[in-house]
């Protein structure tokens, strides 16, 4: 009987061939961009009108919301922050993250 040729193997090799690098390829996490670094977007964001001190002054005192209004009255006066940096900023704040903290000592 002619068995050299099994389609069934045939397609599970094809399958395989086909399918796994994608498999794989969707079993990756999804690289995400890391948030941007509390340190430069405070110097970059928050100096261009008043010293950091102004700033520095105000860290352990304000809760999250209290930085969300601080930054949302800083835009009325003329700030232009996007809506992500805000939101990092305001975490980056609250936190006294470690980059705002140095970045305050300068
Ligand atoms: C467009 C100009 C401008 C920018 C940019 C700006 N500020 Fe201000 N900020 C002001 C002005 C005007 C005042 C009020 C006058 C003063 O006290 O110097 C002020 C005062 C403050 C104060 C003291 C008063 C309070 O509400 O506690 C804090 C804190 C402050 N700013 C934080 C920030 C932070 C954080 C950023 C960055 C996200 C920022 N500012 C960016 C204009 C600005």
């Not at 690098?21 to 941007?36: G, K, S």
């Not at 232009?80 to 140095?102: F, K, M, N």
Request: proline residues 10%; contains cysteine; glycine residues 6%.
């Amino acid at each position: 009987m002619f068995t050299g040729f099994r389609p069934s193997r045939l397609f599970l090799t094809l399958a395989l061939t086909l399918f796994l690098p994608q498999a794989l390829a969707l079993a990756q996490p999804p690289v995400e961009p890391p948030p941007p670094e509390c340190g430069p977007l405070l110097e970059n964001q928050c100096q261009s009108c008043h010293y950091l001190p102004r700033v520095c002054s105000k860290l352990g005192k304000k809760s999250r919301r209290g930085w969300q209004a601080t930054i949302r009255v800083m835009i009325r006066r003329g700030a232009t922050i996007s809506a992500e940096d805000q939101a990092r900023l305001a975490d980056c704040l609250a936190q006294s993250e470690p980059g705002i903290v140095a970045a305050c000592k300068k």
